[in-house]
């Protein structure tokens, strides 16, 4: 199973990259391989300030929906629009091309319920 060092988790399955105010947001390597093929991506959040773990999209596999938390609060800028067309990125590239958002973090944001990858590593088993 994949987990890149460099990154934090969640509980819920989400990866976050830090850098300075922004984080890019996606859904981690186990997730992607439980949800199993990716068919669609749905976000309609941007623009919107989000509280951490409000809902911000979901993804639609082919047996399943599930819904997609924010890990931390914040305003999304971005969704990547490779997604709409490409859905799959999810299953094929989870840290790189298949990132889901780019959020700009609330000032104040709480970081400490996030995850180093030894600590997402023991939760998945």
């Keep these: 199973m994949n987990t890149p060092a460099e990154l934090k988790y969640t509980k819920d399955h989400e990866w976050i990259k830090i850098e300075g105010n922004v984080a890019t947001i996606g859904i981690t390597d186990f997730a992607q391989g439980e949800l199993g093929d990716i068919v669609y991506v749905d976000v309609d959040t941007v623009d919107e300030d989000l509280e951490g773990e409000a809902v911000f999209g979901s993804v639609e596999a082919v047996k399943t929906v599930s819904d997609l938390f924010l890990p931390i609060a914040g ?31 609330a000032e104040g944001a709480n970081h400490s319920e996030l995850l180093t990858a030894e600590e997402y590593q023991a939760v998945i088993g």
Aim: net charge negative; charged share 25%.
């Design 75 to 105: 305003k999304v800028i971005e969704f990547n629009a490779e997604l709409e067309n490409q859905p799959e990125l999810l299953n094929t590239d989870p840290y790189g091309n298949g990132w889901i958002i780019k959020l700009e973090i």
